[in-house]
Structures are given as C-alpha cells and as structure tokens.
C-alpha cells in the first residue's frame, strides 16, 4: 500500500561522504508526509570519503539501519527487494556516482516495482553545473534547492532536449536554529574552512593569517576556525592542505581557536560568520547572523564566491577588521531559498519548502500500474565516450549490469582484506596531504 494511504514511509539513502549523508538523510525526512512513520535505512557507498563513526555522531542524523557497501552490492540490495520495494531511494553522491546507480538500477528493477528516486545537491552549485545536472538527469525528481537554481537546472536540461520535468524546487534541508538575537559575551567570530577552497598553500596561509591577526587586532572578541574534519578524514572535497598543519608554529594568540561539531551549535554563539563560499553562509543568513563572503582573493568562480554577487555579504578582511558588519539583500536571500524572515521564491514559510516535492511523491506513489523504467539523459547512444567509464568505475557495464569480477555483493570482506583496505585508504590520504602539494610546488618552480 503506497506510503500516502498508510501514513508511513520507507526511505533507502546512498550516500558517499559525511555532508552528503547530512543533505541525504535530512532530505528524506523532510519528504515524509506530515505525521508519517519514517524508517530510514543508510547506505554508505565504500570510497576515501566513507564517514567515520566520529564524522557521523558529528553530522548527528539517526537511521534505523546503517551499513558500508559497494556499488555492487547496493544494486544487489535493491534487486532482492524489487517484491517490497522502498517508498523513496535518496541519492546523495557525485554525479558520476548518481549516474551509475540510475543504470544500476535500471537493470536491477527490470522486472518489479521501484520506489521514487530523488536527488540533488547538497549546496551551492557554483562550478559544473551542466555536467553534474545531466549526470543525475533519470531520477524522478532533482532537487533544487532555491527558485534561483531551479531555473537554471531547467534551462540546462531544456537546452539539450532532455526532459526537465523532475527539477523540483525545495530548500537546502538543515536550514534552522534560533534567529539571531544579539551579541553574545564575547563577541564571537567564526571562519567557516572548506577542505578545497582555496586549493593552495599561499591562499589557505593568507586566510589563516589574516584569522590570526584578527584575533590579535581585537582581543576582546573570541575567533574560532570551524573546521570539517580531521586530518587523514575525508568529506565530500579532497583536502590536500588541512588549517591544523598550517597553524602549527604559528603561535596564535589566546582567543583564538581550532573548533569541530555540528556547525548549527557552533552558529548558536557566533556574531560574525566569515567564509570564501562555504554553503555554512547560507545557513548563517538564514538565521539572521551577520555573514561576510571573502573579497581578498578575488571574487572568482573558481572560489565559489561569485555565487554571492548582489548579496550584500561581498567584504574584504581589512573592512571587517575595521568593524564592517555586511547586510544581507532580501530579495536576493528570497530568491536563493534562503528564508531570513521571509520565505522561499517569495511564498510560504521554509517549513512548506518540501511541500511541492511530497506531492510529487504522493502522486509518483499513487500512479497506476507503478512508475515506469528510468531514463536518464546518458545513454550507450548519447554518450558513447563517457558513459562507458562512468559505468566501468562502478564496475557495470553498458547495460547497468554488473561486470565479471565486481566485487563480491553477498559477504563481508575478511580480516586480510579489511588490513589492505584501511592500508591503501591511509596511502590514499598520505597522496593526497603530503605527496600531491610536494609536486605541484616542484611544478611551480
């Protein structure tokens, strides 16, 4: 029985990092109907940025079920289940990854019932925006999170012909709080860190130093660099230069400090959120926080920042070291699903922001004879020289099927295999932090 005549809901979420489990998790609960029975089962897709248990209490989502899987073994999950499918299968990956599992899952519910597939981003889209759409082009709905995105998701699909009847407009999910209500005893200045923006250590150095010297300048107020993770953890970004090695000897004065935790508690007792174009701006603005995106390094698409044009938040370190507190636009906050004191796309409240997708949902549920076969945009015809790779990265092949020799979906890796694992895991990352920036400062010379 659909999940709109018995009140309850059963969700699947794929992700692979920790904030794409955050966005995926979220997501699915918003998606329930009012006074639904949720259970929510987590799939975390086997990579170098599977969350680690500490990264998972911090991103502080509950699921009933929570397992590490292959690619492979997530399709096979979802096969044997075709008979009592889930209601809803949130994909929280990389586009590639998105892409693969449509495929996947096309081929693994050929012949039974499938749930309703939703995807989307966890945040600002600022760079690849035609090639992670059409990447997850075939789920039923593509969520955007603000009316700004959902036009320009529509015009990318509607530009190469596909169909953009999916894009479906929400909000970002872990947007809440309390709004701000005045300084707080001390006056407390966070930087939001982002693990590749910028992706050099002259940049990163810069910022840090000027962090510093802030706190130097006004000893009164307390500053703290909001961090991500852990080095030798990963998030949905690859962070080659983490801040924590960069400050080392550095000597930086008592108030300042290196924090973790969920970035809402942090925002309960800040009075100025600083960032290049971390989406940590977006839920500052929403709860009326004063926010300042970074002019110091160029307002760049590579940055992220340029995203925030016409906000209001564009600030340099110098003018915030000289008491400049930005002013947040509002009709650009409305428009980017941002709700501080308004509502999103100019109607409703940010609780009704999910309520167009529920209703897709419901009448995707309630459709006679069940949904039909996915059918994403990408196919062995229209992308003859890209989609194979994708596929093969996955280990499936043309036809979503997996390949001879993926590996094995019906048992757990032993003991030896767990050791090489977490061996080349630890390899992976020591490339990553210390071998990559070595070459490319070769490189520069």
């Known amino acids: 029985?659909?999940?709109?005549?018995?009140?309850?809901?059963?969700?699947?979420?794929?992700?692979?990092?920790?904030?794409?489990?955050?966005?995926?998790?979220?997501?699915?609960?918003?998606?329930?109907?009012?006074?639904?029975?949720?259970?929510?089962?987590?799939?975390?897709?086997?990579?170098?940025?599977?969350?680690?248990?500490?990264?998972?209490?911090?991103?502080?989502?509950?699921?009933?079920?929570?397992?590490?899987?292959t690619g492979v073994q997530f399709l096979r999950a979802m096969s044997e289940n075709?008979?009592?499918?889930?209601?809803?299968?949130?994909?929280?990956?990389?586009?590639?990854?998105?892409?693969?599992?449509?495929?996947?899952?096309?081929?693994?519910?050929?012949?039974?019932?499938?749930?309703?597939?939703?995807?989307?981003?966890?945040?600002?889209?600022y760079e690849k925006l035609a090639d992670g759409l059409l990447l997850r082009h075939g789920a039923d709905l593509v969520l955007a999170n603000s009316a700004h995105d959902a036009d320009r998701f529509r015009a990318v699909y509607e530009g190469v012909g596909a169909d953009a009847a999916a894009v479906t407009e929400v909000a970002l999910p872990f947007l809440g709080g309390e709004p701000y209500a005045g300084e707080h005893d001390p006056y407390t200045v966070v930087f939001a860190a982002q693990p590749s923006v910028p992706d050099n250590r002259r940049d990163r150095a810069y910022l840090l130093n000027r962090l510093i010297e802030h706190a130097r300048r006004h000893p009164g107020r307390e500053v703290l660099l909001k961090l991500r993770s852990k080095p030798g953890e990963h998030t949905t970004h690859i962070e080659e230069l983490p801040y924590q090695k960069l400050v080392q000897g550095m000597a930086p004065p008592a108030n300042f400090r290196l924090v973790y935790g969920?970035?809402?508690?942090?925002?309960?007792?800040?009075?100025?959120?600083?960032?290049?174009?971390?989406?940590?701006?977006?839920?500052?603005?929403?709860?009326?926080?004063?926010?300042?995106?970074?002019?110091?390094?160029?307002?760049?698409?590579?940055?992220?920042?340029h995203h925030f044009t016409g906000s209001g938040c564009?600030?340099?370190?110098?003018?915030?070291?000289?008491?400049?507190?930005?002013?947040?636009?509002?009709?650009?906050?409305?428009?980017?699903?941002?709700?501080?004191?308004?509502?999103?796309?100019?109607?409703?409240?940010?609780?009704?922001?999910?309520?167009?997708?529920?209703?897709?949902?419901?009448?995707?549920?309630?459709?006679?004879?069940?949904l039909p076969?996915?059918?994403?945009?990408?196919?062995?015809?229209?992308?003859?020289?890209?989609?194979?790779?994708?596929?093969?990265?996955?280990h499936l092949g043309p036809d979503g099927a997996p390949l001879p020799g993926a590996p094995a979906a019906d048992k757990e890796p032993g003991p030896v295999r767990q050791i090489v694992r977490r061996a080349a895991r630890g390899a992976y990352r020591h490339g990553v932090q210390r071998v990559a920036p070595v070459i490319r400062r070769m490189g520069e010379l």
Not at 269 to 287: M, N, P
Not at 318 to 333: E, M
């Open 1 to 69: 029985m659909p999940a709109s005549a018995t009140k309850s809901l059963r969700v699947a979420v794929l992700a692979d990092s920790d904030t794409r489990w955050k966005w995926g998790a979220l997501t699915a609960r918003r998606l329930a109907p009012t006074g639904a029975d949720v259970r929510l089962d987590g799939y975390l897709l086997r990579g170098r940025a599977t969350p680690t248990a500490r990264q998972l209490r911090e991103v502080g989502v509950r699921a009933d079920s929570l397992s590490e899987v």
């Open 82 to 125: 075709a008979e009592e499918p889930y209601d809803v299968l949130v994909l929280a990956l990389v586009g590639g990854g998105v892409q693969a599992m449509l495929h996947g899952l096309r081929n693994a519910w050929a012949s039974g019932g499938r749930p309703v597939v939703v995807t989307g981003y966890v945040g600002v889209v």
């Open 262 to 305: 969920h970035m809402g508690e942090v925002l309960d007792r800040t009075d100025l959120l600083v960032t290049v174009s971390s989406t940590a701006a977006l839920e500052a603005l929403h709860r009326r926080i004063p926010t300042a995106v970074l002019t110091d390094l160029g307002v760049r698409e590579v940055l992220g920042n």
């Open 314 to 370: 564009l600030a340099s370190w110098d003018q915030l070291d000289a008491g400049h507190r930005p002013a947040a636009d509002p009709k650009w906050l409305a428009r980017q699903g941002v709700c501080a004191g308004g509502a999103p796309s100019g109607g409703g409240s940010y609780g009704a922001a999910f309520d167009t997708a529920r209703e897709r949902i419901t009448r995707l549920l309630d459709r006679p004879g069940g």
């Open 373 to 394: 076969p996915l059918n994403p945009y990408y196919t062995p015809e229209t992308a003859p020289g890209y989609l194979p790779g994708i596929l093969a990265r996955h």
